[in-house]
């Protein structure tokens, strides 16, 4: 680091930009996936169902949403915390981090009309 | 159609505020243009692609793709932009006095150029990819409000544009003096917000499971959803309820910004002292 120059900078960059993607091949996701509850959700003529889910509050848990139209669309929230284009006739995981107590609004931002729903955790 | 415009409109600024302070930030280097046109029609052609594979693309890493792939483009950005602001550091005062430059200034000029050319495209390919898949999906459903639909993408796009043209025009009404200044904060919170999402991209991709729960929630005060929230969100990474993976990535850049700058600064100064001894 003592004679940093950009070009220099850059090749470190870079080097920790393959460390990182190194990092994320071997997800630790595969053991944590096994022990945390999934919730599975279909969407279908841009309705979620079932529309509400309560969880438990203050633990990691995933959404198994299945998208039953023909066309993609995007579980989107604010609430949440997360976004994730499910494509048409897919199915998407989306991993939700520990809750405190409450009511979380989602929608499928594609057909924000009618794809709505809400997650309690309790 | 409103709520066609309001789903694109989010996403044209999210990529328009960022090339349009790439756009402010190039000003004076030769052939910019040429290079922030070229970033966002490959970012375009990539949000294309982004689109037409969004399946295979999401089957990756178990299932987790997406956000590899939105973390990968991130922190490419990140990367991007530290390293603009290192070159600026040490050039960015010669430029400043004679905006024209020759030899190798120029050279490293292209190179970081090419740098927030990247920087554009990702942005583009980014935010992009979901407006096409969006816009694929009501032209897919053969809905007979389909041509109302794409009007409102439109109207988005055009909106979405003049904000971004507005913070150009706001950014180049700076005095030159100043210019440099701000645009190096802004680049470097730009950075630390982008840096701050891929730590949200990783969580969501179960790469990242500590520090992953909101810190404070500040939703309230200034919510994302609204639009200041947003343009707030994207050039200083606003964020109403931060991790504390998020805040960490955010004041890691900004100090390796500021470390960065300082060798390339001490480089350049010394070079100078150099140049003047044997002179």
Redesign the interface.
């Given at each position: 680091m003592a004679s940093l120059s950009p070009a220099a900078f850059f090749r470190t960059a870079l080097f920790t930009a393959a460390c990182l993607a190194e990092f994320a091949v071997s997800p630790v996701s595969s053991a944590a996936a096994a022990d945390v509850p999934t919730f599975e959700m279909t969407l279908k003529d841009h309705v979620f169902t079932p529309s509400e889910i309560e969880v438990p509050a203050n633990q990691r848990f995933q959404i198994k949403l299945t998208n039953e139209d023909a066309t993609p669309d995007e579980f989107d929230s604010h609430d949440l915390r997360v976004e994730k284009v499910v494509g048409g006739g897919q199915t998407g995981i989306i991993r939700i981090q520990p809750l405190v107590p409450g009511r979380y609004m989602f929608m499928g931002e594609y057909h924000a009309a009618t794809a709505r729903g809400v997650v309690t955790a309790k | 159609m409103l709520?066609s415009f309001v789903?694109v409109f989010r996403e044209v600024i999210e990529a328009g505020l960022v090339v349009g302070v790439v756009l402010a930030a190039t000003r004076g280097l030769a052939h910019r243009g040429a290079y922030v046109a070229g970033g966002v029609f490959a970012g375009f052609l990539g949000a294309c692609l982004v689109a037409a594979f969004?399946?295979a693309i999401?089957d990756l890493?178990?299932?987790?793709g997406?956000?590899?792939l939105n973390?990968?483009v991130l922190?490419?950005a990140v990367?991007m932009l530290?390293?603009h602001n290192?070159?600026m550091a040490?050039h960015g005062r010669e430029l400043a006095r004679s905006l024209k430059s020759v030899g190798e200034e120029v050279k490293?000029g292209h190179?970081?150029l090419m740098a927030l050319a990247i920087v554009c495209a990702v942005a583009v390919l980014r935010e992009g990819s979901?407006v096409v898949?969006?816009l694929?999906?009501?032209a897919?459903?053969g809905q007979t409000t389909a041509s109302g639909i794409l009007g409102g993408g439109l109207l988005g796009i055009a909106g979405g544009a003049v904000i971004s043209a507005l913070l150009y025009l706001g950014l180049i009404a700076i005095p030159l003096r100043h210019l440099f200044g701000v645009l190096t904060a802004l680049i470097t919170l730009l950075a630390a917000g982008l840096a701050a999402q891929a730590m949200?991209f990783l969580?969501?991709?179960?790469?990242l499971?500590d520090w992953?729960?909101?810190l404070w929630d500040t939703?309230s005060v200034l919510s994302?959803?609204s639009l200041p929230g947003r343009i707030a969100h994207i050039l200083v990474g606003y964020a109403s309820?931060p991790?504390a993976s998020e805040l960490a990535a955010y004041l890691a850049v900004i100090a390796v910004m500021l470390v960065?700058r300082w060798?390339?600064g001490q480089?350049r100064d010394?070079h100078r002292g150099g140049m003047r001894a044997s002179a």
């Open positions: - | 709520a789903i969004a399946g999401a890493f178990e299932g987790s997406q956000e590899a973390a990968a922190l490419v990367v530290i390293w290192a070159w040490s490293a190179r970081s979901e898949l969006f694929y999906g009501v897919a459903a949200r969580a969501q991709g179960g790469w499971n992953v729960t909101p939703s994302e959803e309820q991790s960065v060798f390339a480089e010394g």
